[in-house]
């Protein structure tokens, strides 16, 4: 058997050697640039999908949808022709939360008053238009005090008289603004003859002032207790007791709900020109809570003069507001009926309290003719008198405020009653004088004569 030479062998063997070498090294360079193609592929892919999220994020969690409604024409690559589509939010940069900004209540009061609704039934006036109108709230033209704050007369640009309520407030929570604007929203809708209308307001620098209609200055309890007037005629005093039962009956029927005075006097109630009775201030009751501590200590005062009228479950649980109405309205017919005021602390301890006083006289003939005012004595028959006795009585009833009979009911009573006392005045053949036409008249006003009766039953 024969050998190949050593050389052979080792040429042979090196032949093969440099060809799969370079084999070898073409592959490995073939893979290397696959493999960095491939590599640049996905890190330009992830780059876009990085992007991609980031924009999808910085829209939905830091930016506003922005959004013009225009529309923009749009071509793409599958329909060359132009599409309309709407444009893209707009990405907002992302802002760091700001740290909170202490905010007063001045300026609470005055972004209030640049966005609230105001009542659409009232004009608004500007602070600078009510103090040229009250010639800056001057002494001269004070009216007077009561429980929500001092009365101005006022004269308004187009020669109107008015009366504008200065209202002091304590600093008020965004809440209470509403509240107040919600109750100038009420009040504002009030139209009754017997009511007096609101006209305008201002909520303007920490200012709450109203404006009214101007009635007067002649209020009933002027009319009944100062000395300088002659007494009122039963048919006027008739003609007072039903007007203010009308306006109740309008605030407790008319609006859901009810709404109640709580304060009605003799003092809220104004007399016009014709001695129409004007109930001022109806409802502004649920503003007291708001005004200052100066003006609540005012009301303090003034509610201690005024404590014939409160009924004896003021305050207490579950009360009426309209109830208490009622209450009030029977102490007003009492003073119509008896001059007397309904709490003189300068009588007798025993006669303080009107309604305490009366309460036992009202259902005794001898007693109730005692009780009259003098000014009127006689003017009426003793059934007139009995029947105008039984109203009372029904209104100020002090254990079982549930008795105590609806507004409406007392209206319709009042009603009644005046049409006896027409048919007994036109069947009287004895006195051929008018018991209804006393005068009412003095130095200090023009009031010449009473309104004829017949009014009355209208």
């Keep these: 058997m024969n050998f190949p030479s050593p050389q052979k062998v080792k040429k042979k063997k090196k032949g093969i050697g440099a060809g799969s070498t370079f084999l070898l090294v073409g592959g490995l360079a073939l893979l290397g640039t696959f ?16 992007a991609a999220s980031h924009r999808s994020n910085n829209s939905i969690a830091y930016s506003l949808p922005v959004s013009t409604g225009r529309e923009y024409p749009v071509a793409t690559e599958d329909n060359p022709q132009m599409k309309r589509v709407q444009p893209p939010p707009v990405p907002q940069l992302r802002h760091l939360p700001s740290p909170p900004v202490r905010i007063d209540k001045s300026a609470k009061r005055k972004s209030f008053s640049a966005t609230c609704q105001y009542p659409s039934f009232a004009k608004l006036f500007s602070a600078a238009e009510l103090q040229l109108a009250t010639n800056c709230f001057s002494e001269e033209n004070l009216l007077g005090e009561g429980p929500l704050g001092s009365v101005y007369r006022a004269k308004l640009p187009d020669g109107q008289f008015a009366v504008v309520r200065n209202i002091p407030m304590s600093s008020l929570s ?10 100038l929203q009420t009040a504002s809708k009030l139209r009754h003859p017997n009511i007096v209308t609101l006209l305008g307001f201002c909520i303007e620098n920490g200012e709450h002032l109203l404006v009214y209609e101007y ?10 207790h100062d000395e300088v007037y002659k007494p009122l005629s039963w048919g006027l005093r008739l003609r007072i007791a039903i007007g203010v039962a009308r306006a109740l009956d309008y605030l407790h029927s008319s609006f859901c709900p009810p709404i109640a005075h709580s304060d009605l006097k003799a003092t809220n109630i104004l007399l016009d020109e014709e001695l129409t009775p004007r109930i001022a201030d109806c409802g502004l009751a649920s503003l007291r809570p708001l ?16 404590t014939g009228y409160i009924a004896p479950e003021h305050g207490q649980p579950g009360s009426s507001g309209t109830k208490s109405d009622t209450y009030a309205l029977g102490v007003l017919l009492l003073e119509l009926l008896t001059g007397r005021k309904a709490f003189d602390s300068s009588g007798p301890r025993g006669e303080q309290l009107l309604v305490k006083w009366a309460s036992t006289r009202l259902h005794d003939r001898r007693s109730l003719e005692q009780m009259i005012d003098g000014g009127i004595a006689g003017t009426f028959s003793s059934r007139v008198a009995s029947q105008y006795a039984d109203i009372i009585s029904l209104c100020t009833q002090q254990v079982e405020k549930e008795f105590r009979p609806a507004v409406s009911e007392i209206v319709e009573a009042l009603t009644a009653l005046i049409q006896k006392q027409n048919k007994e005045a036109s069947s009287s053949v004895a006195d051929k004088t008018d018991p209804f036409s006393k005068s009412f008249c003095s130095s200090r ?5 009473s309104p004829t009766f017949s009014y009355l039953s209208s």
């Design 291 to 306: 005004t200052s501590n100066s003006v609540k200590l005012r009301a303090s005062e003034i509610a201690i003069q005024n």
């Design 215 to 224: 009635v007067g200055h002649l209020s009933l309890y002027n009319a009944m």
């Design 445 to 449: 006003t023009r009031f010449i004569s």
């Design 174 to 183: 965004l809440h209470e603004e509403e509240q107040f604007t919600e109750v």
């Design 35 to 50: 493999f960095a193609l491939f590599a640049v592929r996905m890190n330009h892919r992830r780059a876009q999908n990085l």
